[in-house]
């Protein structure tokens, strides 16, 4: 059995809402530069003022009339699609936008054209013309330790990469809050369990810490089934230790 009992909700309460703020700028880098938001959120049912674990315990129905769910974020990431042909030159509208992407730029495209290199391109199906990049992904501290990051990120990736031919990201730590991580060993063991989520998904090293998918990767669709079930699994697993002896 999955070890979930510290999470502080049922995970398959979680979901995922994608946003596009257009500003309505007609400009190249507009054009070229899109910028999409998710929020990763947690719906909570409250009974009678209760909340949390005893809340949706103490509902003998899902429809209970004295219950009301409100959703809670809990996390959130941030995609860019760049359009490689519109607006402007790629590579210095990724340069314009943030230290990030820049460098993100400087590994898969050419500054001349702002397309892919040639060999990037040698190494990609063409299944498009964007390039979508994962920029961050962030839970709460409460939320961590129990794979959901990857679990999140593949529905996202699945929902924004249609028209791209290639996903890339950076894999590092985000959060710098936690005064454990300004241990070097500490640090390294953490980045490195980062990585491996995003392995899984089927992300590949291509050189200077920036990872490549494929969106027509075999491993990406098997994947997103591994990690729905996966879910699942989080969840009644949660569900069983969480639920009172009475209940059962």
Request: net charge negative.
């Given at each position: 059995?999955?070890?979930?009992?510290?999470?502080?909700?049922?995970?398959?309460?979680?979901?995922?809402?994608?946003?596009?703020?257009?500003?309505?700028?007609?400009?190249?880098?507009?054009?070229?530069?899109?910028?999409?938001?998710?929020?990763?959120?947690?719906?909570?049912?409250?009974?009678?003022?209760?909340?949390?674990?005893?809340?949706?315990?103490?509902?003998?129905?899902?429809?209970?009339?004295?219950?009301?769910?409100?959703?809670?974020?809990?996390?959130?990431?941030?995609?860019?699609?760049?359009?490689?042909?519109?607006?402007?030159?790629?590579?210095?509208?990724?340069?314009?936008?943030?230290?990030?992407?820049?460098?993100?730029a400087q590994v898969l495209?050419?500054?001349?054209?702002?397309?892919?290199?040639?060999?990037?391109?040698?190494?990609?199906?063409?299944?498009?013309?964007?390039?979508?990049?994962?920029?961050?992904?962030?839970?709460?501290?409460?939320?961590?330790?129990?794979?959901?990051?990857?679990?999140?990120?593949?529905?996202?990736?699945h929902r924004l990469m249609?028209?791209?031919?290639?996903?890339?990201?950076?894999?590092?730590?985000?959060?710098?809050?936690?005064?454990?991580?300004?241990?070097?060993?500490?640090?390294?063991?953490?980045?490195?369990?980062?990585?491996?989520?995003?392995?899984?998904?089927?992300?590949?090293?291509?050189?200077?810490?920036?990872?490549?998918?494929?969106?027509?990767?075999?491993?990406?669709?098997?994947?997103?089934?591994?990690?729905?079930?996966?879910?699942?699994?989080?969840?009644?697993?949660?569900?069983?230790?969480?639920?009172?002896?009475?209940?059962?």
């Amino acid at each position: 059995m999955i070890e979930s009992s510290s999470l502080p909700g049922d995970p398959t309460e979680l979901h995922l809402r994608i946003s596009f703020d257009d500003e309505l700028w007609d400009t190249p880098q507009a054009d070229t530069l899109e910028r999409w938001d998710v929020a990763v959120l947690h719906r909570r049912r409250t009974h009678d003022g209760a909340q949390g674990a005893a809340a949706g315990s103490a509902c003998p129905t899902t429809d209970c009339s004295s219950c009301t769910s409100e959703d809670v974020a809990v996390g959130e990431m941030t995609f860019y699609r760049v359009h490689l042909d519109r607006g402007r030159n790629a590579y210095w509208a990724m340069e314009e936008e943030s230290e990030d992407l820049y460098e993100t730029a400087q590994v898969l495209l050419d500054p001349e054209t702002g397309s892919f290199t040639s060999e990037v391109s040698e190494r990609l199906e063409y299944v498009g013309s964007a390039l979508l990049v994962m920029n961050r992904v962030t839970l709460e501290p409460q939320w961590r330790g129990h794979g959901l990051a990857p679990v999140l990120a593949i529905e996202a990736i699945h929902r924004l990469m249609a028209g791209c031919r290639a996903v890339a990201c950076s894999p590092g730590v985000t959060d710098l809050s936690h005064h454990r991580l300004m241990d070097r060993s500490e640090w390294d063991r953490v980045s490195a369990k980062i990585t491996r989520g995003w392995e899984r998904i089927g992300f590949r090293l291509y050189r200077d810490n920036v990872y490549v998918l494929s969106p027509s990767s075999q491993d990406l669709e098997e994947q997103r089934g591994v990690l729905r079930a996966r879910l699942a699994e989080l969840g009644a697993s949660w569900r069983s230790e969480t639920t009172p002896a009475s209940q059962e």
